[in-house]
């Protein structure tokens, strides 16, 4: 099948991820208006709680195995390494649970979102596949039809019991459907029918993709502590007034991703060619469009947050909307954050990267300790931003350490 330009894998990355986010994102709006702020709350602690978790199953090897550009690892080593790490993340999600105390009611749901994102981890190998060769249209396809019966069946199942757990249900079932009957196939043409691999090659590719994980695991958990503390000290509706004021910032978020993502091979072959121009002038494009989606993402939000904010959860939330354009800022903080790690993953900057991780956890979790226990939902502004600042300092160094001893033949 022929390959796609660059142009139009980041159009079709792009749109389909925008469209599969924003109905995420409408999901995140609408179970307050069919359920109320307190299973606001819950939906997002689920996320909140899973994040770390839902990494783990991904075990990082995104990046990884579409900048693997020589074949170091075959399509089935790729796919089976993911199933051990699906399995691995939810046991310990599950452990996780008992050292907090939630209700039934919160842990049903907590579980069921845990399995989505299982899921979704088995999705992405394939997409990972798709990608490699140069067909994001097919990925567009899935987040589409995944986003649409994502919609649908949350809010009509919400909407018919009142009942999370059966809302989470139901997005889980019409994704593991979506994964089984679409993804797989389209994936499977790709791959070569005398494709093999064995446990030690699986043993292989997932000791190597440790350090990553433990990068992408603590680099998660840095964002998601100061909402986890949110929840802890103030309780879920609390944070279900946080996470609204926050949701319009995922689109955000996803549309900063989306440029980027499709451009993680064009970089590695850039770096295959030892075509160091090429590698940087990438970059410096992709700088120069973030910069001015930036400020036009703060400035609109400056100028409709409060008025948007309003319309959707009405006045009960006014009293919050002031966080609404620190928490662009610090989302456009943390897009910058995943943007600088595939490039870091590219240049196989594996200890910067570990620093990162490590540097952005400690830091916050004293944050969070300090700030959100003393200013509630303002401390986990402040928070964040610490800690972004501190990741995104390292991160540029690691960068630009790289290029200076990169030499051109």
């Known amino acids: 099948m022929k390959k796609k330009s660059t142009l139009a894998n980041i159009f079709y990355n792009s749109f389909g991820m925008i469209f599969y986010y924003g109905c995420q994102w409408l999901t995140t709006i609408l179970v307050v208006r069919l359920s109320g702020f307190e299973d606001s709350g819950?939906?997002?602690?689920?996320?909140?709680?899973?994040?770390?978790?839902?990494?783990?199953?991904?075990?990082?090897?995104?990046?990884?195995?579409?900048?693997?550009?020589?074949?170091?690892?075959?399509?089935?080593?790729?796919?089976?390494?993911?199933?051990?790490?699906?399995?691995?993340?939810?046991?310990?999600?599950?452990?996780?649970?008992?050292?907090?105390?939630?209700?039934?009611?919160?842990?049903?749901?907590?579980?069921?979102?845990?399995?989505?994102?299982?899921?979704?981890?088995?999705?992405?190998?394939y997409h990972g596949i798709d990608q490699k060769n140069g067909r994001m249209d097919y990925i567009c396809y899935s987040y589409i039809v995944r986003g649409v019966l994502m919609f649908a069946g949350f809010c009509g199942i919400l909407y018919l019991t009142k009942n999370l757990v059966f809302a989470v249900g139901s997005i889980t079932l019409t994704t593991i459907f979506v994964a089984f009957f679409y993804d797989r196939r389209v994936a499977e043409r790709f791959i070569a029918a005398d494709a093999k691999t064995d446990k030690e090659a699986v043993k292989k590719l997932m000791l190597a993709m440790i350090p990553l994980v433990v990068v992408a695991v603590t680099n998660n958990l840095s964002i998601s502590l100061p909402k986890y503390f949110l929840e802890r000290y103030y309780g879920a509706t609390v944070l279900g007034y946080y996470s609204s004021v926050a949701t319009p910032s995922m689109i955000v978020q996803v549309g900063a991703s989306t440029i980027f993502v499709p451009l993680i091979t064009p970089l590695a072959d850039r770096l295959k060619e030892n075509d160091k121009k090429?590698?940087?002038?990438?970059?410096?494009?992709?700088?120069?469009?973030?910069?001015?989606?930036?400020?036009?993402?703060?400035?609109?939000?400056?100028?409709?947050?409060?008025?948007?904010?309003?319309?959707?959860?009405?006045?009960?939330?006014?009293?919050?909307?002031?966080?609404?354009?620190?928490?662009?800022?610090?989302?456009?903080?943390?897009?910058?954050?995943?943007?600088?790690?595939?490039?870091?993953?590219?240049?196989?900057?594996?200890?910067?990267?570990?620093?990162?991780?490590?540097?952005?956890i400690i830091s916050s979790w004293i944050a969070s300790v300090v700030c959100v226990k003393k200013y509630s939902m303002d401390g986990v502004v402040y928070a964040l931003l610490i800690t972004l600042g501190i990741q995104i300092i390292i991160e540029i160094y690691c960068v630009y350490h790289k290029m200076k001893k990169w030499k051109e033949t």
């Open 42 to 125: 819950n939906y997002s602690l689920a996320m909140t709680f899973t994040a770390a978790f839902a990494i783990l199953a991904l075990f990082n090897t995104r990046q990884y195995q579409v900048s693997d550009v020589v074949g170091e690892y075959s399509d089935r080593t790729y796919i089976h390494s993911r199933y051990v790490a699906m399995a691995a993340a939810f046991l310990i999600c599950f452990i996780g649970l008992f050292f907090n105390s939630y209700t039934l009611y919160q842990w049903s749901v907590i579980l069921l979102y845990m399995v989505y994102k299982c899921i979704e981890a088995w999705i992405d190998v």
């Open 278 to 360: 090429g590698f940087l002038d990438i970059l410096k494009k992709v700088a120069v469009v973030f910069a001015v989606l930036s400020v036009l993402a703060v400035i609109v939000s400056a100028l409709l947050g409060e008025w948007f904010l309003v319309l959707v959860f009405k006045e009960e939330i006014r009293p919050y909307t002031y966080l609404f354009v620190p928490i662009i800022i610090s989302t456009l903080l943390i897009s910058i954050n995943a943007c600088m790690f595939p490039v870091c993953t590219v240049l196989r900057e594996i200890k910067g990267q570990l620093a990162v991780g490590i540097g952005g």
